[in-house]
């Protein structure tokens, strides 16, 4: 492939077998293979040429996010290469590679403290919104009530899913944090095909599967801290709740025994997508999302 943009290498990602022991077949979505090197470059692409389009965001302005590391990468990047300043708040936990990535590409980064739920003032939310209020000549993407977060997914990653498995697809297993991905994602297969399952993953201790009383935990990039438009306005017919210990050992297992060196989110996602495998057969075909690499989260030890 030859592209004449970075931008223009967003996407098109592989899809790869992961050969588990079990009877259905389960295939993952490499999203460390885009530029930034996660998901969340489509989203981050979308919300920016939207932000454009709508005359939000001029030449010269600030582009401001709230991200969990990696919806700020992707920003940082296209930020830098579109000439826009970029301001992402991320919240202490975020790992320090991705904390340095966000300054290799130019960004300002403001490290929050940390918070229950993203509605407490103290939140890397609320953070983003008031240095939005503050800077003149800037836009907020606020990938987490954005309708164009999940609008970017529907329009690449649901669409290059169901082209790459020839609509073959029986069910589509994702980690959830705002919601983009499997908001976007599910509205595509299930427009086509109504039968697929779709199934979101969820931090055991999160505000979602706590029914409000989360705890700490430490896993990044998924985990719903709030009430998400996206989720409430997507088909998501069952959700599945991960400990951070199953999450890790499987990220360590995905390394060590099948080759794939992923972030903890997609650990978690892989430990569903193996407990529901054991319980279809050789005729489904499980799609999931390993959304960004492992090379993020080196310095926290998760892999030893
Ligand atoms: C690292 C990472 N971040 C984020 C997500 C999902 O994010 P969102 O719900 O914000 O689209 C995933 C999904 O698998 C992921 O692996």
């Known amino acids: 492939m030859k592209y004449e943009s970075i931008l223009h290498a967003i996407g098109n990602t592989p ?17 460390s293979l885009n530029p930034s090197g996660s998901v969340k470059d489509r989203s981050a692409a979308y ?13 010269g302005g600030t582009i401001i996010e709230a991200s969990s590391g990696n919806q ?7 930020g830098a290469i579109k000439g826009y300043n970029v301001i992402i708040t991320v919240a202490e936990k975020v790992s320090t590679e991705k904390q340095q990535t966000l300054t290799a590409y130019g960004a300002k980064i403001v490290v929050c403290k940390p918070t229950a739920t993203l509605e407490d003032p103290e939140s890397y939310y609320e953070i983003a919104r008031k240095i939005h209020e503050e800077t003149p000549n800037s836009v907020f993407l606020a990938q987490y009530y954005n309708n164009d977060n999940p609008l970017g997914h529907y329009y690449s990653l649901g669409q290059e899913i169901w082209n790459q498995t020839a609509g073959t697809l029986t069910h589509f297993i994702t980690g959830v944090g705002s919601g983009g991905t499997i908001g ?24 979602r599967a706590t029914g409000g009383n989360p705890k700490p935990y430490k896993i990044e990039g998924i985990g719903i801290d709030y009430t998400s438009p996206h989720i409430e306005n997507a088909v998501i017919d069952e959700f599945f709740n991960v400990a951070d210990e199953d999450s890790l050992n499987m990220t360590k297992a995905l390394a060590r025994k099948y080759g794939f060196l992923v972030g903890p989110a997609s650990g978690a996602t892989a430990y569903a997508v193996q407990q529901y495998a054991e319980k279809l057969s050789p005729n489904d075909l499980i799609v999931c999302i390993f959304g960004d690499s492992g090379r993020a989260y080196l310095t926290k030890h998760f892999y030893e």
């Open 47 to 59: 919300m920016i040429e939207q932000a454009e389009r709508s005359g939000k965001l001029k030449p």
């Open 72 to 78: 700020g990468i992707a920003t940082a990047l296209i």
């Open 15 to 31: 899809l790869v077998r992961v050969p588990f022991d079990a009877p259905a077949q389960v295939y993952a979505k490499l999203e």
């Open 184 to 207: 976007g994602v599910s509205r595509y297969l299930k427009e086509r095909n109504p039968k697929i399952k779709v199934i979101g993953v969820d931090t055991a201790h999160s505000y």
